[in-house]
């Protein structure tokens, strides 16, 4: 999955994608549930990227993804799917699941640096809501600062 990764930040993702398929093959084989949750929701990130016609194949494997890190009490294996939920709610269109993921995203963060980073991807999830229904008001009312943190939170 490393190699994979490698391909998939610097956007060759058919490459990347042919790698995260023989993990998640692999990872069946091997038993390996979290690589296996890994490779499903990489792959799903990038079917996210190829586009509109991709987001259900994105949707179908993330969704597996997140099942299977359902069953685990460690955040750190849901963290990531939550993350990629959120994105690909939020590019759909379904905005009430991408605030969703977005804040169990956010609540499973364990220290402030992430818990900032899910920040933001909770802000884009509201500022989404905001653009599609319009209520600018109901934006600025639910964001707080947190000067403990640093960080913006929404309450």
């Given at each position: 999955s490393n190699v994979a990764y490698l391909y998939y930040v610097?956007?060759?993702?058919?490459?990347?994608?042919?790698?995260?398929?023989?993990?998640?093959?692999?990872?069946?084989?091997?038993?390996?549930?979290?690589?296996l949750i890994y490779a499903l929701s990489q792959q799903g990130?990038?079917?996210?990227?190829?586009?509109?016609?991709?987001?259900?194949?994105?949707?179908?494997?993330?969704?597996?993804?997140?099942?299977?890190?359902?069953?685990?009490?460690?955040?750190?294996?849901?963290?990531p799917v939550y993350e990629s939920l959120s994105t690909l709610y939020c590019e759909m269109g379904e905005i009430e699941k991408a605030l969703q993921y977005a804040k169990l995203n956010y609540y499973s963060q364990r220290d402030t640096l992430h818990r900032c980073r899910a920040s933001l991807l909770l802000g884009d999830a509201y500022f989404a809501r905001v653009r599609f229904m319009n209520h600018y008001g109901t934006f600025i009312s639910i964001l707080k600062y947190n000067s403990r943190t640093g960080c913006l939170a929404f309450i």
């Open positions: 610097q956007e060759l993702n058919e490459e990347a994608d042919s790698i995260y398929q023989l993990a998640e093959l692999l990872a069946i084989q091997q038993k390996d549930t979290i690589s990130m990038i079917n996210l990227e190829r586009g509109k016609h991709y987001y259900s194949r994105a949707e179908l494997q993330m969704q597996q993804a997140l099942l299977l890190a359902e069953h685990f009490s460690d955040t750190t294996v849901k963290t």
